[in-house]
């Protein structure tokens, strides 16, 4: 059953319970949501739509969590905490965007396409034609100047794993890839080449799991593989956002919540009540003061794995104390971007992968997190802004600013010659020391959307999605934690 708006974002309810002074002035939902990233708008966005009267709060002052923008004091260009793309086969992720109506600010690549370029310059462009997955793959590769002839054919070894993603299922084939390898001894296993490890297999590895590929688990990347290269024609195409991704999703999703009766509350953490009150209420209080209180039959936790446990001040309730627990043991991976302002353009595709180096992504030439500018049809910047970015970047982490940019770059520098000439004038280090959670093998089980507590709900791209901890999982999960519900009205 679908509950319809119980009225606008200033309606107070009393919820039906006696002797809780507290409660007298709560404000009622038909759902709670703690967390503004991807997956606890996804999930909002799919309960307005619904008719619920949904309520969202989020602790920090811009929404986005781990995917968000921000505006450089020194420049005031408006940039994203760390570059982020999108794949033709993040399918719930676009019908998120659908729904908010901004889908379109993410085209998709008609074709895979990937552009890398080592220490000495060399570049190598990878253009797959029109064929069938993953015989474009196979195709492009066999033509790609960067390998030698004998890696371009190990990958024809590959391809009975794609047919059978493609035929049973990522999840069911990447099932089948023992539990106990890391991705560099898969694909040495899998007769790859050195060569296409390093060009290839290593960057998109990096790219989809952010931890280094003899560590990172074999399990997880075939299961991005197997998306990736599905059956549908643009799985593997990219899609960069062309505006911030505040404007990409996070504001959109916020005015559609809005529009139908919901609030959005910056600002403003909160905590929950340790079980339900006997009327069947979960209580949310702020920790503003005065604080405010809200009360609503479901809640779905959407923050961080690590600050699940912070939920609760005195005692989570009984059944969830184990999952937090779990969740706890789940350890962090970082990235490290560098952005570095120039006088004068310096890269001439929208983004390259960088080889032989400890920053693995260069992105620019205003698309992605570099946005143009007009006035009149012409672009009025007198610098120009490319992001450098490391995956699993546990080496740079604790380096301090100077020296992270000089490396930054000197290492654009080396890869792509047309910086070298170009002055800088400006640079921002961000770091993001928790950005996704590990995928090594052993690590802990994750949880899943429904708890042992009738509505508590969990929402993340740490929850058991199949995948990594990517944008798609993370909004997969924000749809799964709505589905839930709605099953339990």
């Known amino acids: 059953m679908v509950a319809t708006p119980l009225g606008p974002p200033e309606h107070v309810g009393r919820p039906q319970e006696v002797g809780r002074p507290e409660l007298e002035d709560a404000i009622s939902a038909d759902v709670v949501v703690i967390g503004a990233g991807f997956a606890g708008l996804s999930a909002a966005v799919r309960l307005a739509g619904a008719g619920l009267k949904v309520v969202v709060l989020e602790e920090a002052p811009r929404l986005g969590g781990r995917a968000t923008s921000f505006t ?114 898969w694909l040495s296993s899998m007769g790859q080449g050195p060569v296409v490890r390093e060009w290839l297999w290593h960057p998109l590895a990096l790219a989809a799991l952010n931890q280094s590929p003899e560590v990172a688990g074999a399990r997880a990347f075939a299961r991005v593989l197997g998306e990736l290269f599905s059956a549908e024609a643009d799985a593997s195409a990219l899609g960069v956002p062309t505006v911030p991704l505040d ?122 997190c570099l946005f143009r500018q007009e006035t009149g049809g012409k672009d009025t910047r007198r610098h120009f802004r490319v992001a450098m970015v490391a995956s699993g970047a546990r080496d740079l982490l604790r380096q301090d600013n100077d020296a992270l940019v000089a490396l930054a770059e000197r290492e654009l520098g080396q890869c792509v010659p047309g910086a070298r000439s170009a002055r800088r004038t400006h640079a921002l280090v961000v770091r993001a020391p928790r950005a996704t959670f590990s995928v090594a093998p052993g690590a802990p089980a994750r949880p899943g959307t429904v708890t042992p507590v009738p509505g508590l709900f969990l929402a993340g791209d740490w929850t058991d999605t199949g995948l990594p901890g990517t944008i798609e999982g993370a909004v997969r999960s924000g749809h799964a934690a709505a589905a839930a519900v709605l099953r339990g009205r």
Request: hydrophobic share 45%.
């Open 247 to 368: 404007a990409l999703y996070a504001e959109p999703a916020a005015r559609f919540v809005k529009a139908r009766g919901g609030r959005v509350l910056r600002r403003t953490p909160a905590r929950l009540s340790a079980e339900k009150t006997s009327g069947g209420f979960w209580v949310a209080t702020t920790l503003k003061k005065p604080p405010d209180v809200f009360s609503a039959p479901a809640v779905i936790c959407a923050v961080p794995w690590h600050a699940l446990g912070a939920l609760w001040p005195d005692r989570p309730p009984e059944g969830m104390a184990p999952i937090i627990s779990q969740v706890n043991e789940l350890a962090s991976e970082p990235i490290v971007s560098v952005n570095l302002w120039f006088d004068r353009p310096v890269l001439t595709d929208r983004q390259v992968g960088l080889v032989g180096t400890h920053f693995h992504w260069a992105f620019g030439n205003d698309v992605g």
């Open 72 to 185: 450089d004091k020194t420049t005031g260009d408006h940039i994203d905490n760390g570059q982020h793309a999108l794949f033709g086969c993040y399918r719930e992720t676009y019908a998120f965007l659908r729904a908010i109506g901004t889908d379109a600010l993410a085209p998709l690549d008609p074709k895979l396409s990937l552009v890398m370029a080592d220490t000495t310059g060399r570049r190598a462009a990878l253009s797959c034609p029109p064929l069938p997955a993953p015989m474009h793959l196979m195709a492009g590769v066999l033509a790609w100047s960067a390998l030698p002839l004998a890696d371009r054919w190990s990958t024809a070894k590959m391809a009975p794993f794609l047919r059978q993603a493609r035929k049973r299922g990522a999840a069911a084939a990447a099932a089948e890839v023992p539990e106990h390898l890391t991705v560099a001894a």
